[in-house]
């Protein structure tokens, strides 16, 4: 039976290119932060990608936040702890600035619609590495909410992140589900597609120029149109369904 359906974000249900959105998002957070004692531009992103890193390596002793601020205050001491108001008011208003890096895609909402009236449950699971309000910034680009997933991985919560097997092994348990039970729609073949074939999550790639393929991946995965994932999730249903 098919209880669960795993989404990707950026790629995948929003379309981007990793280059680009990460260019509107950090020249967009330097002009909120350069009068604010973050005036040098390369010390800042310098300290904000060997965070995200440490959160890629996160070993699951500690949430991807603390390790990203474990980071961060080695350039900027306990300023920027106390500064976090300050970042989240920049992903709930100026990080909406990073929308001209993305594109719409007109079959996000249709897709959770088709999963609620099948009584199926949404996953976000995107990888963890913002938090939950940079995170909902970028749903409400594609017309999506909180209430529409079941879970939405952020940093403040999760001590794993993709392509660690056990970013999905941790959901699978939370919620008592098994693998068969559930499918993933991503766009990056190592990330996505080898981080969840390691726990037998049968996954499928979304076509196009934001699919990713990567040298540590071994695998083929499907590779479909967003067009099809509505009829993707029918057919898994019938095949679940014993019949």
Same mark, same amino acid.
């Given at each position: 039976m098919l209880k669960a359906v795993f989404f990707d974000l950026d790629g995948t249900l929003l379309p981007l290119h990793e280059d680009e959105f990460i260019k509107y998002y950090f020249e967009t957070l330097y002009s909120v932060l350069k009068d604010k004692g973050y005036e040098d531009k390369n010390k800042l992103f310098s300290s904000i990608m060997e965070g995200t890193k440490a959160m890629y390596l996160n070993d699951g002793k500690r949430t991807n936040r603390e390790v990203f601020y474990d980071v961060f205050k080695k350039y900027y001491g306990d300023k920027c702890v106390n500064d976090e108001p300050l970042f989240i008011n920049f992903y709930k208003n100026e990080f909406k600035l990073s929308k001209n890096a993305c594109k719409d895609n007109p079959y996000a909402r249709k897709?959770?619609?088709?999963?609620?009236?099948?009584?199926?449950?949404? +996953?976000?699971?995107? %990888? &963890?590495?913002?938090? @939950?309000?940079?995170?909902?910034?970028?749903?409400?680009?594609? !017309?999506?909410?909180?209430?529409?997933?079941?879970?939405?991985?952020?940093?403040?919560?999760?001590? +794993?992140?993709?392509? %660690? &097997?056990?970013?999905? @092994?941790?959901?699978?348990?939370?919620?008592?589900?098994?693998? !068969?039970?559930?499918?993933?729609?991503?766009?990056?073949?190592?990330?996505?597609?080898?981080?969840?074939?390691?726990?037998?999550?049968?996954?499928?790639?979304?076509?196009?120029?934001?699919?990713?393929?990567?040298?540590?991946?071994?695998?083929?995965?499907?590779?479909?149109?967003?067009?099809?994932?509505?009829?993707?999730?029918?057919?898994?249903?019938?095949?679940?369904?014993?019949?």
């Open positions: 897709i959770i619609d088709f999963l609620h009236e099948n009584n199926i449950d949404a +996953y976000l699971t995107t %990888n &963890p590495i913002f938090p @939950k309000e940079g995170t909902l910034t970028r749903m409400s680009f594609i !017309d999506l909410k909180q209430s529409d997933f079941k879970l939405i991985t952020t940093y403040e919560d999760c001590c +794993y992140c993709k392509p %660690n &097997p056990m970013y999905f @092994k941790t959901i699978l348990d939370k919620f008592n589900l098994k693998s !068969d039970e559930v499918i993933l729609f991503g766009n990056n073949d190592y990330e996505d597609g080898e981080c969840a074939l390691k726990n037998n999550i049968k996954t499928y790639l979304i076509k196009g120029p934001y699919l990713i393929h990567n040298k540590n991946s071994t695998h083929q995965f499907d590779q479909i149109e967003m067009s099809e994932v509505i009829s993707i999730i029918k057919s898994e249903i019938i095949k679940r369904s014993g019949k």
